[in-house]
């Protein structure tokens, strides 16, 4: 029997050690994080510019599907805006995928409100009340008398378990909070609903929205690099594996002087 | 240079692309899904009878809530057509001519309380036996789990258990006590069975898993144990397991295992193939049986999945049998 056992193993191996891997070729796929989509999409253009002969395609769907999508094999990068889970990383390990993290640039999760709403700085600790549901008028924190709207992002956005775990300290989201699925939606919902307070990443702040001070900073690239503003993140591309042939010159791309560059342009902090 | 960056602009903007996939759900939302298999077999004996039927063997539907925020609940029915050979049909039995062929059952109901165990969930209530490979085979042939086909353990039992994962995706582990007569019986002696498992990866795409199980069986409470090693080796496209498997009852002892192997050729089609060897008392003569599957997996549409299959069945006192099954699943 032992015998038998250590055979079928062995041609296990063998046949599977054998088969052809994911050739790299000259097609990218990176899917995930909305919040590293400004990033992906930006360095894709550029790096298509200088090397024609490359197709890349990027999408969006949140920081869950980018994983799921990595762990299926159908796509080279997964783009999260939170490291992944153990669960995640389990069934990745069992299915052959060896996930390697870069953290390609830092954000910042902005509070933001309209922009007529008077106020101009929460602390953490309003804002987690806010979310909570422990306050839900404005004149309760120094605004004019007003209920407030709470926009939050679904449980599969890595920005949202972000938040909810440096804000909220993992406590739950108010029940009829409004949740969106993109950083866009959040913000195009904040910026149409006068009483709304909602977060996105740093590079999803416009005119449309206001943001708010947090514990008294500003929500900026110079504060999230000097460590100041509270809510602040790494941001991921995953690989499997160490990336190698086309995966592994465009995270060089990313990663060099000049991707940081644009980076920075997209509105996300350098890491270098 | 646009139309080289490919942007699935609308999904993008609506963000629904993957939600729907990677099911998460928020606090108070509920999901409704489930699958159905319609089959058909031909079963020929060796120098003997045929035999052909339709059947709906399976339809299982869920429901899964979450509750809170680290809280969830799922509810699975299995309904059967009981008898889906002709063989186990007795046309003779008067009551069996006009009776209903279905049944319902429920075959998951519990709670999942993830807030008391990083990565690991408390299970209370009708949950998988978490065991050699019976709980996570996913019916890449139609032929069930070894353990399940040869009525070595059932599939689902009612108890308290714990689930959860290794730090850093090393592993998962789960520990149960359930009632020990399976989801379709109620409780028959006043002992419980518990089963543990451990599944170890310890470089990515290799499983290693053991698991065992102990009990006392019907109400005489004959001592029951099962134990169970799989190694699972995937990469790419290609996924295969080895299970040995040993069952004990009182002074019978029995055992045999399992080899899989598939490989998807295209996004659409796989092929796949199983050898099964089985001797349920070691002790006796003619109890040992071998299987050999093969077979491939279709996508007919997108939830719809086309398996038709070939097996072989040697027996060493019943007649060898040629069985070919031809199934599809669909599932919402």
């Known amino acids: ?272 | 240079m646009r139309k080289l960056i490919a942007v699935v602009g609308v999904l993008f903007l609506t963000g629904t692309i993957w939600v729907s996939n990677t099911s998460a759900l928020d606090v108070g939302e509920s999901e409704f899904y489930g699958y159905t298999w319609v089959r058909y077999t031909y079963e020929q004996e060796d120098g003997g009878e045929s035999e052909n039927e339709f059947s709906i063997p399976r339809v299982y539907l869920r429901w899964k809530m979450k509750l809170d925020d680290k809280v969830d609940a799922k509810v699975t029915l299995q309904m059967e057509n009981k008898h889906y050979a002709q063989s186990k049909y007795d046309a003779e039995k008067e009551s069996n001519k006009s009776i209903a062929d279905w049944s319902t059952v429920v075959k998951y109901a519990y709670l999942d309380l993830g807030q008391y165990i990083p990565d690991g969930k408390i299970r209370i209530g009708l949950q998988k036996t978490y065991f050699g490979v019976i709980d996570t085979w996913e019916y890449p042939l139609i032929e069930k789990a070894l353990e399940d086909k040869q009525k070595v353990l059932a599939s689902a039992d009612l108890g308290v258990g714990v689930v959860g994962y290794i730090p850093a995706g090393f592993g998962e582990y789960a520990l149960a006590v359930y009632n020990g007569t399976g989801y379709k019986h109620i409780e028959d002696n006043d002992a419980k069975a518990v089963c543990g498992s451990i599944s170890v990866i310890p470089t990515p795409g290799f499983t290693l898993r053991a698991s065992a199980y102990t009990g006392k069986k019907n109400e005489n409470e004959e001592d029951m144990r099962r134990y169970a090693t799989v190694a699972r080796f995937a990469k790419g496209d290609f996924s295969s397991f080895f299970e040995y498997l040993r069952s004990e009852d009182g002074d019978k002892n029995g055992g045999g295992y399992s080899v899989f192997a598939d490989y998807d050729l295209t996004e659409k089609l796989s092929i796949a193939g199983r050898f099964d060897r089985w001797d349920a008392d070691k002790d006796a003569e003619g109890k040992e049986t071998k299987c050999y599957i093969a077979g491939f997996n279709y996508d007919l549409a997108r939830n719809v999945l086309l398996q038709v299959n070939y097996q072989r069945e040697d027996k060493e006192t019943k007649s060898d049998a040629n069985i070919w099954r031809v199934q599809t699943k669909f599932s919402w």
């Open chain 1, 1 to 272: 029997m032992k015998k038998i056992i250590a055979g079928l193993t062995g041609v296990m191996l063998l046949i599977g050690s054998a088969l052809p891997i994911m050739a790299g070729g000259s097609k990218l796929v990176l899917t995930g994080s909305t919040t590293v989509f400004p990033i992906a999409q930006k360095t894709a253009e550029v790096y298509c510019d200088n090397h024609p002969e490359v197709e890349i395609s990027v999408r969006g769907g949140g920081s869950g599907g980018g994983v799921a999508a990595l762990i299926d094999g159908t796509c080279d990068i997964a783009n999260a805006s939170r490291p992944m889970k153990t669960k995640e990383l389990f069934k990745a390990r069992g299915k052959g995928i060896d996930p390697v993290a870069h953290v390609i640039a830092m954000d910042g999760i902005a509070v933001i409100v309209h922009p007529e709403n008077s106020m101009d700085k929460l602390s953490m600790v309003q804002l987690k009340d806010i979310y909570t549901g422990k306050i839900s008028n404005w004149k309760r924190v120094g605004g004019k008398r007003g209920v407030i709207v709470v926009v939050s992002r679904d449980s599969a956005s890595g920005t949202f378990e972000c938040f909810n775990k440096m804000a909220l300290k993992k406590e739950k989201v108010r029940p009829d909070a409004l949740l969106q699925a993109s950083n866009q939606t959040v913000a195009m919902t904040v910026s149409k609903t006068p009483g709304a307070i909602g977060y996105v990443g740093i590079g999803y702040l416009s005119p449309q929205v206001k943001a708010l001070k947090v514990n008294g900073v500003n929500p900026s690239k110079r504060t999230v690099s000097n460590g100041t503003y509270p809510i602040a993140r790494p941001l991921y591309m995953y690989t499997d594996g160490k990336p190698k042939g086309l995966t592994g010159r465009f995270i060089s791309f990313i990663m060099s002087a000049k991707g940081q560059k644009l980076v920075e342009e997209v509105g996300f902090v350098s890491v270098k």
